[in-house]
């Protein structure tokens, strides 16, 4: 009758164990809802022209960088069709030339 008793006690340990980690990817899950909201590039990139980041010619790698610091991960292959309609609209502007772009209000 022990190894029963020993048996049912361990199980109460595991479903314990179990409900406390049920209850903490819960908390988890909404607050990963919660921040996962995504700023289109578009909207950043505006945003960063608006606290003068481009005062100063930056390069993608900058820009990338600057976006991350802020808390948006991008890819470079991503950002370059965004940053290609930031220049067609006129709220950024490129210099240089081709393979070494500056980009700046």
Same mark, same amino acid.
């Given at each position: 009758m022990s190894d029963i008793d020993d048996i049912n006690k361990v199980l109460q340990k595991h479903e314990k164990r179990i409900s406390d980690l049920e209850k903490k990817l819960q908390v988890t899950s909404k607050l990963r809802r919660h921040y996962t909201k995504k700023i289109?590039?578009?909207?950043?990139?505006?945003?960063?022209?608006?606290? *003068?980041?481009?005062? +100063?010619?930056?390069?993608?790698s900058e820009i990338i960088k600057e976006m991350g610091r802020r808390g948006h991960n991008y890819k470079r292959t991503s950002l370059t069709?965004?940053?290609? !309609?930031?220049? !067609?609209?006129?709220?950024?502007? *490129? +210099? $240089?030339? *081709? $393979?070494?772009?500056?980009? $700046?209000?």
């Open positions: 289109s590039a578009m909207i950043l990139l505006t945003e960063m022209k608006k606290s *003068r980041f481009f005062d +100063k010619p930056k390069s993608l069709q965004t940053i290609q !309609r930031a220049i !067609r609209q006129q709220t950024i502007h *490129r +210099k $240089g030339k *081709r $393979g070494s772009w500056q980009y $700046g209000s």
